[in-house]
């Protein structure tokens, strides 16, 4: 069974695609080079993504969409993470307890 999604596991995902995203954007720089460092990047970030948000049909594209050169300079990793985990980050908080307290006597 899946861990549930957390507040928590959403920031930290959605962290780590900006960072990613930001990445890219500067490694376009690096000219031919970037496939190098652009592929294990991505296959890193999609297992990342993966194991703190679960699968979602929103990863294929995008990491499918990383291939193509240049499309790297839209936040894909992040439009995908927000998109994954919109409304979701609320799993995790169960209903509040009753927390009356015992009749003495």
């Known amino acids: 069974m899946a861990k549930p999604l957390t507040k928590a596991r959403v920031r930290v995902a959605i ?3 900006v960072i990613v995203d930001a990445l890219q954007i500067g490694m376009q720089a690096t000219g031919p080079f970037q496939i190098l460092l652009d592929w ?3 296959l890193l970030t999609a297992a990342l993504m993966i194991g ?4 979602h049909w929103a990863f294929l594209p995008t990491f499918l969409a990383e291939a193509v050169p240049w499309l790297d300079v839209v936040p894909t990793w992040t439009l995908a993470v927000v998109f994954a985990t919109r409304g979701r980050g609320e799993e995790a908080i169960e ?3 009753d927390v009356t307290p015992p009749k003495l006597g």
Do not use: Q, T, Y
Not at 52 to 55: A, H, I, N, S, Y
């Open 15 to 17: 962290a780590i695609a």
């Open 40 to 42: 294990p990047l991505d």
């Open 52 to 55: 703190l948000v679960g699968f």
């Open 95 to 97: 209903a509040p307890k």
